[in-house]
């Protein structure tokens, strides 16, 4: 089964508003990946966290990967109608190129 | 560049048939995996391919699901028998030891009925 717990399962914002998304995981992992899936599609990558503590940004984007080694978040600024969708944490198992996904919080911004 | 390519995008099969999908990665990748995603779920590996040798296919049921990756590239996933609990979608996605994460194709939404 899964390991990673991500809350909240769902959110609903108004357009503009900021967002915040959070991951847990009962093991330590050496990389964080979170994705994003749009209705219909595959999952696509947005931000990979490397190091304990590294903080990183794609646009809008800021996700950071805590000090434990157990926790990630993810934050959309301003958020616009197309980042309605479903965002992903994953972890990559050492020396396994093994993706191990949370269950996903959905994302609905009303206009 | 192509992205990982699926097919079907859907289908609908009755339980106890078979039913097939088709995956062709994106060029160069030299692993592919399998997952399975269930409504409101993230995606479960299902099975894992280096090249041709499936190195991770401990979640693969394997009285009814096979798999294979012939010449290390393209790929297919078989149900046979299918079940009513298989209705899901069969992501296929692909990598690069040189590219930290995995691309995913649209993958198959099937429905047992």
């Known amino acids: 089964g899964q390991q990673l717990n991500q809350s909240p399962q769902s959110m609903f914002i108004q357009e503009g508003e900021d967002v915040s998304m959070n991951c847990t995981s009962s093991s330590i992992f050496n990389t964080w990946l979170w994705y994003k899936q749009d209705p219909g599609e595959g999952p696509v990558l947005l931000i990979a966290?490397?190091?304990?503590?590294e903080l990183t940004s794609n646009g809008r984007l800021t996700a950071q990967f805590g000090i434990t080694r157990k926790d990630s978040f993810l934050n959309i600024s301003a958020s616009i109608p197309s980042d309605v969708g479903i965002y992903f944490c994953?972890?990559?198992?050492?020396?396994?190129?093994?993706?191990?996904f949370g269950q996903g919080t959905r994302l609905t911004i009303n206009p | 560049e192509a992205g990982v390519v699926q097919s079907p995008r859907y289908k609908i099969i009755e339980k106890k048939q078979p039913v097939a999908f088709w995956c062709n990665p994106i060029s160069g990748h030299n692993t592919l995996y399998w997952y399975r995603q269930n409504l409101g779920q993230g995606p479960e590996l299902l099975i894992r391919y280096e090249n041709e040798e499936a190195v991770d296919d401990s979640q693969l049921p394997k009285d009814r699901f096979s798999a294979e990756r012939l010449k290390g590239v393209d790929s297919t996933l078989k149900i046979q028998p299918a079940e009513l609990g298989d209705s899901a979608v069969y992501l296929c996605?692909?990598?690069?030891?040189?590219?930290?994460?995995?691309?995913f194709g649209q993958g198959t939404r099937l429905t047992v009925v």
């Open positions: 966290l490397y190091k304990a503590g």
């Open positions: 994953a972890e990559l198992a050492v020396g396994a190129q093994k993706l191990v």
């Open positions: 996605a692909s990598s690069h030891d040189r590219v930290v994460g995995a691309f």
